[in-house]
């Protein structure tokens, strides 16, 4: 069974930073591409941040460039994701998850081609 398990979510002042922590077992990990989401409530499910399969491309919101940087580390089957200058627009659930890396792709920021999903960990930033 595939899981994935977030962790590092908390309440936090803007201007700080967080780090989320995902991991991943019961898939081939190399095999896929990663990816985080946030829902704030009363909103869709949005695109946060992406990693290619071996670490070598990012992709990120324009909403959050330049502030939050999405690593993973395939010995350890976990993906990262450093947010630093938060912001009370960044207060959302942010949720894990991963897609089977294909080599003719839409893109990352697709809700819908992700195959697995984590329970989500809760980022609420006060000001």
């Known amino acids: 069974q595939v899981q994935l398990v977030e962790s590092g979510g908390g309440l936090v002042q803007a201007g700080d930073s967080l780090r989320l922590s995902c991991a991943a077992s019961?898939?081939?990990?190399?095999?896929?591409?990663m990816g985080w989401f946030r829902q704030a409530p009363g909103k869709e499910r949005e695109f946060v941040a992406a990693?290619?399969?071996?670490?070598?491309?990012?992709y990120y919101a324009d909403s959050v460039k330049g502030r939050f940087a999405i690593s993973r580390d395939n010995a350890k089957n976990t993906v990262d994701l450093q947010m630093n200058v938060l912001k009370p627009e960044d207060t959302a659930v942010y949720y894990c998850a991963a897609r089977r890396a294909v080599r003719l792709w839409n893109g990352p920021q697709n809700v819908g081609d992700y195959d697995y999903w984590g329970q989500g960990t809760q980022v609420t930033v006060s000001s």
């Open positions: 990693i290619t399969v071996s670490g070598g491309t990012t």
């Open positions: 019961g898939l081939t990990f190399s095999m896929y591409v």
